[in-house]
């Protein structure tokens, strides 16, 4: 292939569009300008313009989860670089692949000294800044390197396990012209992520599982990452072994298959969280065994052998010790698991481990009310749960929106619910579900979102009607800091200090302001008509359903307790 | 737990490129690993930089920050040396305050038992050039201390494995 003479900021958008990229989220500024001056000459890609960094982060990240793409965020130097970093981080712990793009001051000045390190006007050091919340991060020095930093970029951003890369581009790179050329194939020497399992470890595995009395299967984020879902299916129907998944996980098995036991953890389905504790054997897949989904670490399946699968040793042994480890893809091991399993095992008949599931699902996961009359966050859930079609993409805020989702939304497909599990980013679900939009505008999208959360990155409605890209977000509306407020309620005597938020501002109104369209339900009639009206609209709706400000939720295992400790009712 | 902790040597190879330190030693900070001494140096091999990390932890963390090292995608390789089968080593330059002529002669012969190095000579003191095992290095400096150390530098710990085992990049 022959080079080509082009400036910076055209090789590094002509390496976005061979990397498949069709849709960038930012803001700009003056470090960038030469890549958006590019822009205008590069009509394949679709840049959304975000009303904050943090939006335009967050929103790569909704695009990458919702879609399996990695997701792209551009922003200036400076403060529009450490605005991106709240999204940066919320990304590497959840590890989503996601591609930030900063400008950065020119590496010399006008008078040929160099700029970079002196200070210069919105500089800031945000390849240091983002060396730990990073997968990678690269700074860009030459023309001639862009091909390849960007293909490693995506790479590393998209294999092994998933996270953020970020590339940081001075603005005189991006304004330089020098020859260009584009290579085939990767050569990264220190970064070659193992992806097939080990033969031994398989066997053993599959030997612990075959002699199984109580197999329990814990799915995490990583089956999802890995596009295991079926593999996961079919070995949890031949061994009839219920599917309990982190939160994390959620949407990896459908929460409707008779063998799903709902999310595991502090807010966890005590469904889950009892027959975990009852396995004979633990196969945990694609997960990192995190405080908020084991509780109290010493009494967390003890008894149980586990095996596990991750694409990152580190994890091995990292929380939980565990008999069988296994590195490798999940997909992969799943299958050679499944290859060995389905040669020893026949379709199993019903055994004494199945009754005793099936006895505690009807002790603690009572029927669903059918009519439901009151509007409580749960009632609320359940009826959003009947009125979306199954495909639809759920986001959720942080905080009691986001657990009362996990206990009570059902979710049926992989990628259809999105939330900031590791970092607990409040302001997270709004712009995430405009990235899930982007990504699947043939899909509906719905934010489930608190009052305090979505106030938090809620200016980025102007950005969804201005580029339209309609969504729906219910507001559980208490007026409070809802969690931190049940934790001064459980812990802090009711010494309700700074979590008070009042009526301020009127949802309704807000989305009004800024174009979009604003409905109050103050029962379930009202609400099923305002979420009927939300599916059919063109454009955002945001619906507004008051709630008790002491609403918990339960159950719930106190901080320091054990899975087995949980208290309050499903 | 405290009397599980042990001292072991972590050497590495990494990529010779800015911030490959700064991100190894960041994630030690983030981690809360403790690094006892680091040395950094290039290696045979073209663009290839060797860090010997001296750590100390339990078993669980050392295995923990020799995992969470091979992560970093500049580390190339990581191995955690065996204590018995590796050469250790460490240079100090000592500058020793030298009281009187008498004084002067008693540090040089030290300085011949250790088998150490005058490298510079002032009327008040000595500049000594000493390598060894850190324990050798520490019996010196404790000799040196009746004397008065007016200056001292000490390189950190380097290692390498006896025999054939080598710790290389796979061709």
């Known amino acids: ?570 | 737990m405290e009397n599980n902790q042990k001292t072991s040597v972590i050497a590495a190879l990494v990529e010779n490129k800015p911030g490959v330190l700064h991100s190894v030693s960041n994630m030690f900070r983030r981690r809360g690993f403790n690094i006892e001494s680091i040395t950094v140096g290039h290696t045979e091999q073209k663009g290839v930089t060797r860090m010997t990390i001296t750590v100390s932890g339990d078993e669980k963390t050392l295995e923990q920050i020799t995992k969470q090292m091979n992560k970093l995608i500049d580390v190339i390789k990581v191995n955690q040396l065996e204590p018995e089968s590796i050469v250790t080593r460490e240079l100090a330059l000592v500058k020793v305050n030298v009281p009187d002529i008498k004084g002067r002669s008693d540090i040089i012969n030290c300085v011949e038992v250790f088998r150490g190095r005058v490298v510079d000579v002032s009327p008040e003191s000595l500049m000594v050039e000493i390598t060894g095992t850190p324990d050798k290095i520490d019996a010196f400096l404790n000799l040196m201390k009746t004397y008065g150390i007016a200056e001292l530098a000490r390189t950190g710990l380097t290692a390498l494995s006896r025999g054939v085992k080598s710790l290389k990049i796979d061709e």
Not at chain 1, 195 to 208: D, F, V
Not at chain 1, 371 to 391: A, C, I, S
């Open chain 1, 1 to 570: 292939m022959t080079a080509t003479k082009m400036s910076g900021a055209d090789a590094l958008l002509e390496s976005l569009e061979r990397q498949g990229v069709k849709d960038v989220f930012g803001i700009l500024g003056g470090a960038i300008l030469p890549v958006y001056d590019a822009l205008c000459h590069h009509p394949k890609i679709r840049h959304i313009l975000a009303r904050h960094e943090q939006g335009a982060a967050h929103a790569a990240d909704g695009y990458a989860r919702a879609s399996g793409r990695p997701g792209v965020c551009f922003a200036t130097s400076g403060p529009g670089a450490t605005n991106l970093v709240t999204g940066i981080a919320n990304a590497h712990m959840d590890s989503s692949p996601v591609v930030a793009l900063t400008g950065q001051v020119p590496t010399t000045g006008v008078n040929s000294n160099y700029m970079i390190g002196r200070d210069a006007f919105q500089e800031a050091d945000i390849i240091g800044i983002t060396t730990p919340i990073t997968k990678y991060n690269f700074q860009l020095r030459a023309v001639a390197e862009i091909p390849s930093v960007v293909s490693s970029a995506f790479y590393i951003a998209t294999s092994g396990r998933p996270g953020p890369v970020l590339i940081d581009f001075p603005k005189d790179i991006q304004a330089e012209v020098a020859d260009v050329e584009w290579k085939d194939g990767i050569n990264m020497r220190s970064y070659n992520p193992a992806t097939t399992p080990h033969p031994l470890q398989i066997r053993k595995a599959t030997e612990l599982l075959v002699e199984a009395e109580r197999p329990v299967i814990l799915a995490g984020g990583g089956v999802t990452s890995a596009e295991a879902n079926d593999e996961l299916l079919t070995i949890a129907e031949l061994l009839l072994a219920p599917v309990a998944t982190t939160f994390m996980g959620k949407g990896s098995f459908p929460e409707i298959h008779p063998l799903s036991l709902g999310a595991i953890g502090m807010h966890g389905n005590p469904l889950a969280n009892k027959v975990l504790l009852e396995a004979d054997v633990l196969l945990a897949v694609g997960t990192r065994f995190s405080d908020r989904a084991t509780g109290n670490t010493d009494t967390f399946c003890s008894g149980a052998k586990k095996i596990h699968v991750d694409i990152d040793a580190a994890e091995i042994g990292k929380n939980i010790d565990v008999d069988i480890p296994i590195v490798a893809d999940a997909k992969k091991a799943l299958s050679a698991i499944y290859e060995r399993l389905i040669k020893q095992v026949g379709k199993k008949p019903e055994s004494s481990w199945q009754k005793r599931v099936k006895e505690v699902r009807s002790q603690l996961n009572p029927p669903e009310q059918a009519e439901p009359k009151e509007l409580k966050p749960k009632t609320l859930l359940q009826t959003l749960r009947r009125l979306l079609p199954e495909d639809t993409i759920v986001t959720t805020e942080v905080g009691q929106n986001q657990m009362w989702s996990a206990l009570y939304f059902k979710a049926l497909k992989p990628r259809t619910f999105i939330s900031s599990g590791g970092l607990g980013t409040m302001g997270f679900g709004f712009p995430a579900a405009l990235g899930a939009k982007v990504a699947c505008p043939e899909r509906h999208v719905v934010d489930i979102a608190g009052d305090g959360s979505f106030i938090m990155t809620e200016q980025e409605l102007a950005c969804s009607v201005t580029e339209d890209i309609p969504v729906t977000v219910v507001v559980l509306n208490n007026g409070v800091l809802g969690m931190v407020a049940q934790w001064q309620r459980m812990f802090y005597k009711r010494r309700y200090m700074a979590t008070k938020l009042g009526t301020s501002p009127d949802m309704v109104k807000l989305a009004e302001a800024y174009g979009a369209q604003g409905f109050r339900a103050r029962s379930i009639p009202e609400f099923q008509k305002a979420v009927n009206e939300a599916l059919k609209s063109k454009v955002t709706t945001v619906i507004d359903v008051p709630i008790r400000s002491e609403e918990d939720v339960v159950p719930m295992v106190p901080p320091g307790c054990g899975l087995g400790q949980q208290v309050g009712d499903y």
